[in-house]
């Protein structure tokens, strides 16, 4: 993210009319390192056309221009930026708790008690979806009380959406 430093013409006209245009033009151009102390609150001395010029925090009018795949927000001085890129790993992690909330909607349509012992039994046709569920096998397992985790050759149980895929689930309840 970076800023944007733009002219605030209601106040700087009064105070340097001639100079106004050539403000308008520079004040963007200049680098934000110099003018950074406004964001403080605090003064900055620039010289616009060979003539100094003060320039307080009311004469100038700053923004924030995020970068793509970013979110970001700025408040009395904090900012805050998210990336919004989706990794590989993350992609994962979002088809892995998919999978566990559905795992975890099957145990309540089964009538299943909350510390009942499961074993889980799953058909992914797409690499992706097995990947995901086999990397992240001891978290699905932790959170939904599961015994095993076992991949299936065959579509098995009941077909339910995980993410943008198809995923073949079945549970029951261990010995």
């Not at 013409?9 to 245009?21: D, E, S």
């Not at 963007?28 to 307080?56: C, F, S, Y």
């Not at 939904?144 to 299936?152: E, I, Y």
């Amino acid at each position: 993210m970076h800023y944007l430093y733009k002219p605030n013409l209601k106040t700087l006209g009064p105070k340097y009319g001639k100079l106004l245009n050539a403000l308008r033009t520079d004040l963007p151009q200049m680098d934000g390192k110099l003018l950074a102390p406004l964001r403080r609150g605090e003064t900055v001395e620039v010289t616009i056309q060979g003539e100094p010029v003060t320039l307080e925090p009311a004469d100038v009018l700053i923004s924030t221009e995020r970068a793509s795949d970013w979110v970001s927000a700025d408040d009395s001085g904090v900012q805050i930026a998210l990336s919004t890129t989706m990794t590989p790993e993350l992609i994962q992690e979002g088809i892995a708790r998919d999978f566990i909330r559905q795992v975890q909607q099957m145990r309540k349509d089964h009538n299943l008690e909350i510390q009942d012992r499961i074993a889980i039994s799953f058909h992914a046709a797409d690499a992706d979806s097995r990947t995901a569920v086999e990397s992240w096998s001891e978290t699905i397992k932790g959170e939904t009380l599961a015994d095993g985790l076992q991949f299936s050759g065959q579509p098995v149980g009941k077909e339910v959406n995980v993410g943008a895929k198809t995923v073949w689930v079945e549970v029951k309840k261990s010995g």
